[in-house]
């Protein structure tokens, strides 16, 4: 099971970013997915989850109103848009699976490489 990331990039602050999460070797649907960011010297910090059957998401203060979680399960895949984006959104983001959308990183499973987000003028 491996999930993969991409659509980071660079972006100027207040710019745009969609990032993607597919899932290879097993189907999303029954899962909650997670997405995390972590930037260097910081703990890796949850931002963000949706549910399977997009029954609930839920959102970081520290992103909440600029940030949207979505689902394709068709596509297999969850996206995260990214609006109003600042400097300190800055991370590599990454997405996991979990049964239902609690608990922290610890908690959550087949963990992705990443992709590197990177806000600056």
């Known amino acids: 099971f491996q999930l993969v990331e991409s659509g980071g990039g660079l972006v100027q602050p207040g710019g745009s970013l969609e990032l993607s999460c597919a899932a290879s070797g097993f189907s999303l649907q029954h899962y909650a997915i997670g997405w995390f960011r972590q930037a260097p010297g910081k703990e890796r910090e949850r931002i963000s989850c949706?549910?399977?059957?997009?029954?609930?998401?839920n959102y970081a203060d520290s992103v909440k109103g600029r940030f949207t979680i979505s689902r394709d399960d068709a596509k297999n895949t969850v996206y995260l848009q990214m609006n109003g984006l600042k400097p300190e959104d800055t991370a590599v983001y990454y997405c996991?699976?979990?049964?239902?959308?609690?608990?922290?990183?610890?908690?959550?499973?087949?963990w992705g490489q990443g992709t590197q987000v990177t806000v600056s003028s």
């Open positions: 996991a699976t979990r049964p239902l959308c609690d608990g922290g990183p610890a908690e959550f499973r087949d």
């Open positions: 949706i549910d399977s059957g997009d029954r609930n998401r």
